[in-house]
């Protein structure tokens, strides 16, 4: 299963990773909708959920936090990589939450929303659903001594 907000990703998704169609399921979905996400349940419980550079781009977390917690095996793993918040805080202010706009993709139309959140922020709403913190993985861009992105695995 992947899921998008953008129909137009999913299509671009499909079209790029035609060779798995018959493996994943594409869905249009809004990730800070829970009702939504719950209409992704399957039969089975999953096993791991990842968001790869999604939750800088999610107004609220919660919903999604809470959903991949419900849709999860109870050995169940959520893993997500996101901009670490340490290093990429807008107005020299890191504990406070808000909305910083920037360029995603060069050429872009309009800037994208990146919603700054503090570590303890992200982790705090992780772990109010009921996750554990089991990995925290801190990434530089080559021949950076800076982190830029970190990696969180949660564990139910």
């Known amino acids: 299963m992947a899921f998008d907000y953008s129909a137009n990703m999913i299509e ?6 035609a060779d798995v169609l018959d493996k994943v399921d594409f869905r249009v979905c809004d990730a800070t909708d829970y009702q939504q996400l719950l209409n992704l ?7 791991k959920a990842f968001a790869n550079m999604a939750i800088m781009d999610i107004s609220n977390i919660e919903p999604l936090f809470k959903a991949v917690y419900e849709m999860i095996s109870s050995n169940g793993i959520f893993v997500f990589a996101t901009h670490h918040p340490c290093y990429t805080y807008p ?4 504990f406070t939450t808000c909305i910083n706009k920037g360029v995603a993709i060069e050429g872009q139309p309009v800037l994208q929303n990146y919603y700054h959140r503090s570590i303890s922020e992200i982790l705090n709403t992780a772990f109010a659903t009921g996750f554990v913190l089991d990995g925290f993985y801190e990434v530089p861009f080559k021949n950076e001594k800076t ?3 970190m990696i969180i695995r949660l564990h139910k």
């Open 12 to 17: 671009l998704a499909k079209k790029h990773r």
């Open 41 to 47: 349940k399957q039969s089975r419980p999953f096993n």
């Open 91 to 94: 107005n020299n202010d890191y």
């Open 147 to 149: 982190p830029i992105i």
